[in-house]
């Protein structure tokens, strides 16, 4: 290996190992690299968006040409959209959408309020029996919905709580709290806590320097942590499906148990404009802050 | 961390607060800092104690209590009482209660006859998945961290499954496997997706492997980035081909961050209920081909909850069964890979 070939080709993304004998050989052999890397790139996409693509087209097809299977727009209508929130087929996707956010709302706040004190102390403080403290959190967020349907089913049952809003949030805390407190934990842990020090030196105490200095510059940490608890509130189904009513139930139930004008007839068109409904808002909330939820996810977040 | 933390009161602010000299003011601070954290940590372990600790430990109090119901000899209510193991013995090994208090093998129909098979089922659909997921997760990865122009794009598409909830997943692909539907218009067949035998579970695994891949991507990119390009210029200098590079620089480094991302996915895995669930309604072909340990305790609580109690028990131990081979035969490490990645990060 006499040619090191400089710079130029060492820093080329490649996976081809470069032996430049004349200089446009390389050159065509990196252009090749980037043509192959833009196929599988490619792939990648269309594996990602393909089936998501043909939910949206779908719930502008016309009910009639369901089947159509053309894969763009065609018979363009916006009638499965009335369809889907419509209440007239005993559906009640309006109100299912207010359950989830409100659901959402409600373990997002209580995860963070309880949490963001321990992923303070996680990140931050030195103190006996830390990594069995973390162990246990994760643990946690580990933890079988199924384990817990059972037991809450008879207890809700037994105090009259089935179908309230109480008792879908309470277990929801379940996951949402522990992935709260991990992701919040190795966001904490990138700040730069020498502000926090600076502060003590001119004289702040321990909370109000966490509360003057650090609570400020934690906030987009904060912010995203909260979305992606209530994304996995959002998301959740096996606990609502048991423990919701007919008033109460989120989205994802009311998606799963959508009906149409006919008895054994599913009704995809208006499904699909239904999950368009549920997912839109969802997409725009990630892509806007895709950076830091990417951080979050691969930083702290356990849940698919 | 701490050590600058130790230091840097003592130079300053000594005798403002009249401190004690530096030594004791370390150990003071240090058993402040105990306390402030344990005050700190005291709700998040309450409220864990409640919503996961006391819904466990009734579980296990209740998978020892006889479902009440009615005596098959008498035909009168009975209440339930102490029951020993017999609620484990019913799926474990398939004991039913016949008449006058013995114990016959359950009939076929019976739901604790489905036991075994929801066992299998769930452990085919985690391998299945998690092995499928893993390699094209690391494909995925592999591309999104070289350079070409539109990665940003790439990246903002891989969040796009993530993002839709299971549920919507489940209904979406629900359409595309339907009969008339483009997947079977794609391969010019007539499959019974939803409801044949093996096709209800490839249709589960294809549609989880679509939507749990990219999430797998994100977890090995994470781990990738964190190998540094010198090592590869070291190997490619020292003549290592691509395929050589893969194997012996890139799968040794990646490997505790691999590992800890496959492990999040076999638990994730082995509690899997939506997709089966709505995809194939819990059953498929024959009734119970796609029927997962999930689905089972859910489908039981309506017969009986301590019965129901006892099969989330063993489902739990399975997981927690698994997650400890993981970590002590594997040598998977959760918290110190982690705290690993989020250094490296910085």
Known sequence: MTTVAGPAAATAEGNTLPR????????????????????????????????????????????????????????????????????????????????????????????????????????????????????????????????????????????????????????????????????????????????????RIDGCTQAQAFRKVILPLAAPAVFTTAILAFISSWNEFLISSQLSSDRTQPVTVAIASFTGSQPHQEPYTAIMAAGTIVVVPLIILVLIFQRRIVAGLTAGGVKG | MSTSNVVAPSSTSTGKNGRPPIRAGAKRQRAQQSRWAFYLIIPTLVLLAVVIGYPVVSAIVMSFQKDAGLDPATGLFVQGGFAGFQNYAHWLLQQCQGPNGTTISCPPGNLGSTFWSAVGVTFFFTVTTVILETILGLWFAIIMNRAFRGRGFVRAAILIPWAIPTAVTAKLWFFIFSVAGVANALIGARILWTSDEWASRFAVIIADTWKTTPFMALLILAGLQLIPEDVYEAAKVDGATTWQRFWRVTMPLLKPALMVAILFRVLDALRIYDLPQILTGGGGGTGHATTTLSILVVDQIRQGFNSAAALSTITFILIFLVAFIFVRFLGTNVVRTQEAQQKGAK
């Open chain 1, 20 to 199: 430049p004998t004349t200089k446009n050989r390389s050159k065509a052999r990196r252009r090749n690299q980037g043509v192959r890397t833009g196929i599988q790139a490619l792939v990648v996409v269309l594996w990602c968006l393909l089936p998501f693509y043909w939910m949206v087209v779908t719930s502008f097809r016309d009910v009639g040409y369901t089947n159509d299977n053309t894969p763009w727009f065609t018979h363009f209508t916006w009638d499965n959209y009335a369809t889907a929130l419509s209440t007239k087929l005993g559906n009640n996707l309006p109100g299912a959408l207010l359950n989830s956010l409100f659901i959402g709302v409600c373990v997002t706040i209580i995860s963070l309020v309880v949490g963001i004190f321990a992923a303070y102390a996680a990140a931050r403080l030195d103190f006996k029996f830390k990594g069995v403290v973390l162990g246990v959190i994760l643990a946690a967020s580990m933890f079988p919905g199924v384990a817990l349907i059972t037991p809450l089913f008879q207890l809700f049952t037994n105090i009259g709580w089935m179908g309230t809003y109480q008792a879908l949030i309470i277990p929801e805390i379940s996951f949402a709290l522990p992935l709260t407190v991990y992701t919040l934990t190795s966001f904490f842990r990138e700040m730069p806590w020498d502000l926090e020090e600076a502060a």
